[in-house]
């Protein structure tokens, strides 16, 4: 039996993280993966997703090519080695953080987390052996949601994951659900040349950004030929010459030679615990300030705890569950800030791209009344009509009282790389006087 200080299960970007930072600490960590290292954003989501966001505006940019007076002629496109390269970075990025463990000697055990015992000390079990750990780190993840009557199943009713190893293009693609994982597939094949349409039970895109950007972003895939069916719900679905027609309320129907069912995501954590029982509410692990659950030295991190289902904000959390840990096992005195998840920036990689962070305009009227609204369109800016794209634009919302920035919005060119200094402006309680002793360089994207 194999005793540890610190138990981590799960080696996704909150679980990795941890444990790398644990190291660095001279805390003796253990990461239990049954998959690879990287969860689900390095091997599933977020990276390879981005390798085809590349791959569709590349395609994108030569077919209007004779708009910057360039002549390429045909440009055909090669699904299968885009396919390839998607899984070539996929590979190399993988494979550094397993390098990463392996010169660190970061021991990290390749099985299942059956059970979990608390007695003094928590005792983990696997399929095959039992370890020890003063402290445990759950960070299990989530899964896409299912359709109760629609159930994946690899080929034609897709889920997130399944999508992404399809080494054919389809002609036509339905996709459920109009939220950031369904926008960003639809604009990505659609620029691929595959005919696409969003079905959404919620009357806005991506409800969860503020109202003006998500119709703003509806407008254009709408201009971008992607058809729309909002407030409308999936009843049911046939197969029907070996295509798929979802059948919709009010008696509409949508023909596909695929589905894309991306209806959200749901925590994951398929443990028994035994003498103890973590809180959960709606799947999700409970946990305080400092992502401690209910129960002594167990401690929660990423999507399964449900604040903020980001790569990023699982990271954030395991670096400070490992501050804390140094204090405890170390006796050091690291400051530990709470989080503030509204200063969590996101983003979204559609085409215009989106990017927030801080209150919405509705959050923000509705907590502190009386906002200053301004914002600035792309069609103004001189670099975005040089680079021939000028969609789009950025809002920033401040306190009236004493001109805090409380949150800024972005639709445009590059909003997933403009949104780092709002984060900044944002993180650092700046207001909008202070920013005014801020010099943009110019001609840029960032003065706007």
């Known amino acids: 039996m ?23 600490y001279g805390i003796n960590t253990v990461v239990f993966e049954k998959e690879r290292l990287g969860g689900v954003c390095l091997n599933w989501g977020c990276i390879p997703t981005k390798s085809l966001v590349k791959v569709a505006e590349l395609y994108h940019e030569m077919q209007i090519s004779e708009d910057f007076g360039i002549s ?36 990290c055990i390749k099985e299942n987390v059956t059970k979990i015992e608390k007695k003094n000390i928590f005792s983990i079990y696997t399929e095959s052996e039992e370890y020890t750990a003063t402290y445990v780190i759950l960070a299990t993840g989530s899964k896409p949601k299912e359709l109760p009557f629609m159930k994946f199943d690899g080929d034609k009713i897709l889920s997130s994951r399944d ?7 389809p002609k036509s693609l339905a996709i459920i659900g109009g939220g950031v994982i369904g926008c960003e597939f639809a604009t990505i094949y659609k620029q691929m040349g595959v005919d696409v349409q969003i079905v959404e039970f919620l009357p806005n895109l991506i409800s969860t950004e503020d109202a ?38 009010k008696g509409k129907e949508v023909l596909a030679e695929k589905v894309l ?30 992502m401690q659950t209910n129960i002594e030295n167990l401690y929660a991190i990423g999507d399964l705890t449900g604040k903020l289902m980001l790569a990023h904000t699982a990271s954030k959390q395991g670096l400070i569950v490992a501050d804390i840990l140094n204090n405890k096992i170390n006796n050091s005195s690291i400051l530990i ?37 301004g914002k600035f369109p792309f069609s103004a800016n001189g670099n975005a009509m040089g680079k021939g794209d000028t969609y789009g634009l950025v809002k920033v919302i401040a306190k009236e009282k004493d001109h805090k920035i409380l949150g800024i919005h972005i639709i445009g060119l590059q909003a997933t790389e403009l949104i780092a200094q709002a984060a900044a402006m944002v993180g650092l309680n700046a207001s909008i006087d202070d920013v005014k002793n801020i010099v943009f360089a110019h001609p840029t994207l960032s003065e706007t």
């Not at 090669?78 to 070539?88: A, H, M, P, Q």
């Not at 895939?221 to 049911?236: D, P, Q, T």
């Not at 200063?343 to 801080?358: D, H, L, Q, Y």
């Open 212 to 249: 003006e950007i998500s119709k703003k972003l509806a407008s254009k895939l709408k201009r971008n030929k992607i058809k729309l069916h909002m407030k409308k719900a999936v009843e049911s679905y046939r197969e029907e010459d070996g295509k798929i027609v979802l059948e919709l309320s």
């Open 337 to 373: 800030q709470k989080l503030d998840y509204k200063k969590i920036p996101a983003c979204i990689f559609t085409n215009p791209e989106v990017a927030s962070v801080g209150y919405n305009e509705a959050e923000a009227k509705e907590k502190y009344g009386e906002i200053l609204v």
């Open 2 to 24: 194999r005793k540890f200080d610190v138990a981590i299960i799960g080696g996704g970007p909150g679980g990795y993280v941890t444990a790398i930072r644990l190291k660095q």
């Open 163 to 169: 999508i992404l190893s399809m080494k054919e293009l």
């Open 72 to 107: 390429v002629g045909n440009v055909a496109l090669d699904y299968g080695k885009v396919w390839e390269r998607k899984n070539n970075i996929v590979e190399q990025l993988v494979g550094g953080i397993e390098f990463i463990f392996e010169k660190r000697e970061i021991p």
């Open 261 to 290: 069912v991306s209806v959200g995501r749901v925590p994951v954590c398929d443990i028994e615990f035994v003498g103890f029982e973590p809180k959960m509410e709606r799947n999700m692990m409970q946990i305080d300030d400092e």
